[in-house]
């Protein structure tokens, strides 16, 4: 007899509480949600695709010095990966060309990324052959001079953060 007060409450009280309990679960989605977009905030898809570049680029260097194919491999196709996501963005330069500019601006980009994914992949074959004295001279002579040249062009603030590295280490296009 005393629990139909008692259900009576759960079925008053159930439907208001519903919305409340609901609503904390959203809120703590939305906040999820919010925090991971700060946590990327900071870098643009071109500018993940770069990082991701560079370090390929050092972890290249020691995997060559090592004579490791299979690493060099893996590193190889991690930055051509990298280049075939940067190529489908559009640099914040062209944002201050000219509207008659622009398309070319763009297409030349994109162009200078496909020598730079043209590169690597040839690269690639040298780390499939196994002849590392041909790989080194691919890497020296038309993958590193590729960032001086590519930040020159297309990149903003005169080419310095890229050069820039958090850990004191001499930057690809330091020279
Ligand atoms: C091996 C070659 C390259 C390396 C290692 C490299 C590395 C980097 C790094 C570390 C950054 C700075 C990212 C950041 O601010 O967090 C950057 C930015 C940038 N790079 Fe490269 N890069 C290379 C080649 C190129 C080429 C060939 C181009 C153009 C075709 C290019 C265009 C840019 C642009 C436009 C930015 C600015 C991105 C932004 O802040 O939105 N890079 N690069």
Not at 33 to 55: D, F, V
Not at 156 to 163: A, K, L, S, T, V
């Amino acid at each position: 007899m005393l629990r139909r007060p008692v259900l009576m409450l759960a079925a008053i009280a159930a439907p208001l509480l519903l919305p409340i309990v609901q609503n904390s679960g959203t809120l703590q989605q939305e906040r999820g949600t919010q925090e991971h977009s700060e946590e990327h905030e900071e870098e643009g898809p071109l500018e993940q695709a770069m990082s991701r570049l560079k370090g390929g680029t050092r972890a290249l260097r020691a995997m060559m010095a090592r004579q490791d194919a299979a690493g060099c491999l893996s590193i190889v196709s991690d930055m051509q990966a990298a280049v075939i996501q940067a190529k489908g963005e559009i640099p914040e330069t062209a944002e201050a060309k000219s509207e008659e500019e622009r398309p070319a601006f763009v297409t030349d980009y994109r162009r200078t990324m496909l020598t730079l994914l043209t590169n690597l992949i040839d690269l690639e074959r040298s780390f499939l052959d196994g002849d590392f004295e041909a790989a080194q001279a691919i890497y020296d002579e038309r993958v590193r001079p590729m960032e001086r040249e590519g930040h020159d062009k297309f990149k903003g603030g005169g080419g310095e953060r890229g050069e820039r590295s958090p850990r004191g280490e001499r930057g690809e296009g330091g020279r």
